[in-house]
């Protein structure tokens, strides 16, 4: 028995140790909600795409510190996985005063940046079809085998920087830049980016991004502008821009949208220009959960869509 209980108190203690210099978060979101559009066609769609993920950090001495993010994302109309276990999230790092590098998958670095400026945080029925625009036929949601860096700020300035590798013989490695700037109302940010290639092929895809913000009392302005060069000449270049407005009233978020694009090489029915526009509200019933209503008009279809629904953070 003391040789049972000594062990018990040796391995209580080291788990107490160990638990002083490292911890795990466990986090998530369910959100799930109606949507119809003008077609009649009712389905359930999520604001937020709902997720299970796991992230950490371990002390390492000297202001350092190694961390990690595992995310997954979940449908939650049916339980089922969406793509791979992490597709969301899957790196692995080091933090300290030089700032943060990490490898493995992530998000795309200049499409990081638009929810900065679009006003669904680039979500729900209009965000989703904003997020896509934006990208300029260049950009991606997720990144692979990606190598991210982003510096401590210095005076509000934060220098970002990606490097993702193709992994295919012969094929360029993608790189992509990003400044920002936040400092009291004012939020701006600028970004370049050179696509990776996944096969071999001499097209080099580029994408240039600006966009910012001010925020005045209850309410935030926002605007952002983005172009892209497919460089294949059946595609070629996408030149498109958004302006939003978020104004906290009532317990909640009014938000309010318009976005534009050009393509060069699409004057099939007029499809070269896309134009959209969207309004919600969210209203908070804590600080984790939050009820919502979106109305939107969609892309090329012109299809009217409206939105409502529930979302859980913990």
Known sequence: MKKITLAALVIGAF???????SNVTIYGVVDLGLAKTTNGTTVERENHASRLGFKGSEELGNGLQAIFNLESEILADTGMQKGNLF??????????????????????L???AQGRVEPFGADGVVGKVNEVMMRGGVGASRVANAITYNSPSFQGFVVSAQAVLSE???????YAGLVTYDNGPV??????????????TPAEPK??????GYKFGDAKVTAAYSKGDTDVAATGEFKSYLVGLS???GGGEAKAVYGKQKQSNNKVNDLDTVKEFGLGYDYSLSKRTAVYGYAGRER??????????ITHKF
């Open 187 to 200: 939020s701006l940010h600028a970004g370049y980016q050179r696509a990776v290639q996944a096969t071999v």
């Open 87 to 108: 597709d969301r999230q899957s790196w692995v790092g080091l933090k300290g005063s030089f700032g943060t590098v990490y490898m493995g998958r992530t998000k795309d």
């Open 247 to 249: 104004y906290a009233i």
């Open 15 to 21: 788990a107490t140790s160990a638990q002083a210099q």
């Open 168 to 174: 295919v013989k012969g094929a360029d490695t993608g």
């Open 300 to 309: 090329v279809k012109s299809l009217t869509s409206y939105q409502v629904g």
């Open 110 to 112: 200049i499409d990081g």
């Open 207 to 212: 994408l240039w991004t600006v966009g910012g």
